[in-house]
């Protein structure tokens, strides 16, 4: 299993809901690190202010994206429950990490 560090920042979004959000994003790291073995160890900076979220990665001391992946709030929150807002992240997070990668 990756080795996943996330930093979460919320400004509107409750503690629960909060720790929920950070769940479903970790929890789908891991999937994304298990299914393509592109990488061991990430480090994931989640921001959300005024419901827009941003999120950036180093995977494996990478880091060859500098512009932060937008996520919609309401998909996140979607996730905890949904398994197709589930794939839509895991889907998003994919190709992001691919550009963090330089594949």
Do not use: H, N, W
């Amino acid at each position: 299993m990756a080795d996943v560090s996330l930093t979460a920042a919320f400004s509107t979004v409750p503690a629960s809901e909060a720790e929920e959000i950070k769940r479903v994003i970790v929890e789908t790291v891991q999937q994304l690190a298990q299914d393509d073995g592109a990488f061991k160890k990430a480090k994931i900076v989640f921001t959300e202010s005024d419901e827009r979220c941003g999120l950036t990665a180093e995977l494996d001391g990478v880091k060859r994206e500098g512009v932060p992946l937008q996520l919609d709030i309401d998909q996140l929150e979607d996730a905890k429950t949904s398994a197709g807002a589930r794939a839509q992240l895991k889907e998003a997070l994919r190709l992001y990490f691919r550009r963090v990668l330089g594949k």
